[in-house]
Nanobody, 122 residues
Framework: QVQLVESGGGLVQPGGSLRLSCAASGSIFDVNNMGWFRQAPGKQRELVATITGSGSTDYADSVKGRFTISRDNAKNTAHLQMNSLKPEDTAVYYC????????????????WGQGTQVTVSS
């Protein structure tokens, strides 16, 4: 079965950097669109960045110029490089991926990771 596993969250000071990783595993034919979302306490979940299977990217205005999303297709993995972090970046970050399993390769299914906590504080 397909799984989505996130890593890289933690505590960092303002102005610091952090890199999140999201790896899809299981009986996978291919991974198409991937993205990162975040949710702060008491707020709605919001889109942070997306990347298509061909490598096209899109970013929320609040992170543009500071965050970079990338992917390693050989490992079915996406990364989110976060630089110049601000306290308002504090949230649980979730990975999302559209995956075509081997057993039903003509169909794409959307998977979410469990989330990883990012805290930006002095």
């Amino acid at each position: 079965q397909v799984q989505l596993v996130e890593s890289g969250g933690g505590l960092v000071q303002p102005g610091g950097s952090l890199r999140l990783s999201c790896a899809a595993s299981g009986s996978i034919f291919d991974v198409n669109n991937m993205g990162w979302f975040r949710q702060a306490p008491g707020k709605q979940r919001e889109l942070v960045a997306t990347i298509t299977g061909s490598g096209s990217t899109d970013y929320a205005d609040s992170v543009k110029g500071r965050f970079t999303i990338s992917r390693d297709n050989a490992k079915n993995t996406a990364h989110l490089q976060m630089n110049s972090l601000k306290p308002e970046d504090t949230a649980v970050y979730y990975c999302r991926a559209d995956v075509r399993p081997v057993a039903a390769r003509t169909n794409s299914f959307r998977y979410w990771g469990q989330g990883t906590q990012v805290t930006v504080s002095s």
